[in-house]
Each structure stands twice: as structure tokens, then as C-alpha cells.
């Protein structure tokens, strides 16, 4: 069982939203609009997690290392980003589990918040798309910082801003991003299954916890 926390900070793809099949249409959209070759969404659920721009690098490459040409970059990213302004949220949807955790969080006296590398003019559209953005006392993006996650900068900021402690905070999320943030951060983590990690097992970066539904955060705390 881990200590009852003070505050709860939840990432977004692969975390709260399974919003791969938005990201895999804008990507082969946008590929299709360079007359290059679509990925499909196999592809595209390895390469979530970094932000819209390493996506796009991904995306042009057809791997997840890697710099493209830059003119190519330059033409691809507005592209990209005005296809994923008119798509974010028309495919995706809520894990299952995470409608009840947000609701019992909710009534549990902790505060609540979302921290994503994804950037501010998608992540706040897409929580209030999908009828959650009232439980978060704060969301940070990852246009809102100078270091997004794997650097602790994002969930130190959250902590601060909402005046909790690093030793009393939780992180849940689903990648060796937000493992890696939460160790340097000295926040507890627990990862979900069924995220997205690149194709790896998340139990491998040894997180405290590894739960298959967001509504088994009940169950591994200490209330």
C-alpha cells in the first residue's frame, strides 16, 4: 500500500485519453498532404508521449530517433498542427476506469492535477471534450514550461502552485517520461498498463505501481 497522498498529478495520452487515433489520422494526413507515405496508427500509438513536434519528427521519419530535414520540418508541423486543432477529440475517448478514479479522487480531500507534454491549445479542448476538466485545480502543458517531462520542472511547479509538498505527491502515468520525472522530482509514480511507452514494458523503469484500470487507485493507497 502506498501513503495517502496530498496532491495527484495525471498525465494525459496513454494516461487519462487513448487519444492515438486523432494523433495517427492527423499524421497520415499530414504525411499525405507532403505526398509521403501514411504510417498508420500501429505506428503512430509507439511514438505518443514527447509532444507534437517530436511526433511530427517521428512521423516524417518513420522512427522514433531521429532529425529530419529541417525545410521538410518547417512545412509539416503547421500542417499537422491545424489538422490536430480540428481533430482533437473527434476519435478519442477515456480509458476505462478513469471517469470513476477522477470521481473518487474527487471526494477523497486530495488535490488534483494534470501535467502532459502536450501543448495547452490541444490538452485544454480535449479535457473539456471529454467532460473532465472541472476536477483539475491546475492543468500544465508543455508550452507552459521551459523543461517538459522526463525533467522535473513540470511536476515541481504543479506542487508548488498548489502547495503541496514533493514528498506528499503522487504522479500517475503510463511512460519512462513520467517515471523518470517523478524519481527526479521526489514524487511516488504509479503507471498504467496500458499506456503508451514506446513499445516497452513500463514495469521495466520500476515504478511503485502498475495498475491495469485508473479505478484501482483506490485499492493501493492507504485512505
Known amino acids: 500500500m502506498l501513503k495517502r497522498p496530498e496532491m495527484v498529478l495525471i498525465d ?11 494523433l495517427a489520422f492527423c499524421v497520415d494526413e499530414m504525411l499525405k ?6 504510417r498508420g496508427e500501429a505506428s503512430v500509438r509507439h511514438w505518443v ?3 507534437v513536434e517530436r511526433l511530427v519528427k517521428r512521423g516524417l521519419l518513420n522512427d522514433l530517433n531521429g532529425e529530419p530535414e529541417e525545410a ?27 471517469s470513476e ?21 490541444f490538452t485544454l479542448p480535449l479535457l473539456k471534450d471529454l467532460g473532465i476538466s472541472h476536477y483539475f485545480a ?14 522535473p520542472q513540470p511536476l515541481l511547479l ?18 519512462m517520461s513520467d517515471v523518470k520525472a517523478a524519481r527526479a522530482a521526489g514524487f511516488a509514480i504509479v503507471c498504467m498498463s496500458y499506456g503508451y511507452n514506446h513499445g516497452e514494458d513500463i ?21
Not at 508541423?77 to 476519435?91: G, H, M, Q, V, W
Not at 491546475?138 to 525533467?151: A, F, Q, S, T
Request: negative net charge; contains cysteine; hydrophobic residues 35%.
Open 49 to 51: 508521449g514527447n509532444g
Open 203 to 223: 514495469r521495466d523503469y520500476n515504478p511503485d505501481a502498475v495498475i491495469d484500470s485508473m479505478a484501482e487507485i483506490k485499492n493501493i493507497i492507504d485512505w
Open 138 to 151: 491546475n492543468v500544465l502543458c508543455g508550452d507552459m514550461v521551459e523543461h517538459k517531462k522526463p525533467d
Open 33 to 38: 498532404q507532403l505526398d509521403m507515405p501514411v
Open 12 to 22: 494525459v495520452d496513454g494516461t487519462l485519453v487513448d487519444s492515438v487515433p486523432d
Open 158 to 175: 504543479s506542487a508548488k502552485k498548489l502547495g503541496v509538498s514533493p514528498q506528499d505527491s503522487l504522479m500517475i502515468g503510463d511512460s
Open 72 to 98: 521538410l520540418y518547417r512545412r509539416a508541423l503547421p500542417i499537422f498542427r491545424a489538422l490536430y486543432a480540428e481533430n482533437t477529440s473527434k476519435r478519442s475517448c477515456l480509458y476505462d476506469g478513469v
Open 101 to 121: 478514479a477522477l470521481e473518487f479522487l474527487s471526494t477523497a480531500g486530495v488535490k488534483i492535477g494534470c501535467v502532459t507534454n502536450k501543448a495547452s491549445e
